[in-house]
């Protein structure tokens, strides 16, 4: 069974940082693109970062450039989101998510991610 | 950065009726990079087409999607009871991905 399970959310005050992790189970990371997207309290989705299969080719949403760091390492088949500088409206709940074709077709259960004093 | 709007905001049907809910890009998308989304409280979302108009595996035949341009439809042609929830669509036609601020549907 496919699974992506992500970790490493929390509670953290402004300015400061955390790291995300996704790990796949059920399938082989390194021959997917893989995306990151998040969704605020009683919000939409909001796409935040995406990854090729060899890291080549990495994109980021204007709201979180030059703050978070997208990462991934095939051979332990995990991804990161390495997220500095964190403000009140990074909180969110975070989603790794794969991509197949032109969806997003497998997707975690999500990180929740509080940015407050 | 390609701006995705969805129409209606809510939708208020019965089960059985008939769906219908529209996306529109701020610049013309190939169809191939256009996706819709379920999404129900307390869940992830669920991919249910790609490519504009290709149904994702073990999605029901009652879930289809058109369009081209900056025009695109989902159309749900019988709702069941498990279709009630919110729909988002999203483009990967550009280096940032967007997505749509959703549509819910809801019962009547």
């Known amino acids: ?24 189970s059920g399938f082989t990371l390194i021959t997917y693109s893989m ?22 080719y990495i994109h980021y949403a204007d709201s979180v450039k030059g ?16 997220m500095n ?21 497998h997707w975690g259960q999500g990180t929740l991610v509080t940015v407050s004093s | 950065e390609i701006v995705l709007t969805q129409s209606p905001g809510t939708l208020s049907l019965s089960p059985g009726e008939r769906a219908t809910l529209s996306c529109r ?11 819709w989304y379920q999404q129900k409280p307390g869940q992830g979302p669920r991919l249910l087409i790609y490519g504009a108009s290709n149904r994702a595996t073990g999605i029901p035949d009652r879930f289809s999607g058109s369009g081209s341009g900056t ?26 991905f967007t997505f749509g601020p959703g549509t819910k549907v809801d019962i009547k």
């Open chain 2, 71 to 96: 025009d695109f439809t989902l159309t749900i042609s019988r709702l069941e009871p498990e279709d009630f929830a919110v729909y988002y669509c999203q483009q990967s036609g550009s280096s940032q």
């Open chain 1, 67 to 82: 703050r978070f760091t997208i990462s991934r390492d095939n051979a332990k088949n995990s991804l990161y989101l390495q």
């Open chain 2, 25 to 35: 890009a701020s610049q013309s998308l190939s169809s191939s990079y256009l996706a």
């Open chain 1, 85 to 105: 500088s964190l403000r009140a409206e990074d909180t969110a709940v975070y989603y790794c998510a794969s991509v197949a074709g032109s969806g997003l077709d």
């Open chain 1, 35 to 56: 995306n990151w997207v998040r969704q605020a309290p009683g919000k939409g989705l909001e796409w935040v970062s995406s990854i090729s299969t060899g890291s080549n």
């Open chain 1, 1 to 24: 069974e496919v699974q992506l399970v992500e970790s490493g959310g929390g509670l953290v005050k402004p300015g400061g940082s955390l790291r995300l992790s996704c790990a796949a």
